[in-house]
């Protein structure tokens, strides 16, 4: 994946259930260009985290099942995101835990609302 995809959201501060409606575009490596849904993001040890789900994977049967991708997450001053790979091994897998907690969660919720 590129360190620097294109992302085009114009407020990433909007309420979580807006979220689904953004859409972020990546560059991966080799120039194919990926349309993401914005998960969420979330925050550890004071660094913004967010997690993007291939839009097709709504609809696409042949992609894999569940294929996130979770990038360090920035706004400048003015509010303008960008996204940065995670290259540290053990922070990539702390923040990969917190997201699965986090599914868990949403998971349990959803248990319950029915």
Do not use: H
Not at 62 to 71: A, K, L, N
Not at 85 to 110: G, H, K, P
Request: charge should be negative; glycine fraction near 2%.
């Amino acid at each position: 994946m590129n360190d620097k995809p294109d992302t085009t959201p114009a407020n990433l501060a909007d309420e979580e259930d807006d979220m689904e409606d953004l859409r972020v575009t990546l560059t991966l490596d080799d120039d194919e260009e990926v349309e993401c849904q914005i998960l969420t993001i979330f925050d550890i040890d004071d660094q913004n985290y967010i997690v993007l789900m291939p839009a097709d994977d709504e609809e696409d049967e042949d992609s894999e099942e569940g294929e996130v991708y979770i990038f360090r997450y920035f706004e400048d001053e003015d509010g303008n995101p960008s996204l940065e790979n995670i290259e540290d091994e053990e922070e990539y897998e702390e923040v990969t835990e917190y997201f699965e907690e986090l599914l868990e969660e949403a998971a349990w919720d959803d248990m319950f609302e029915d």
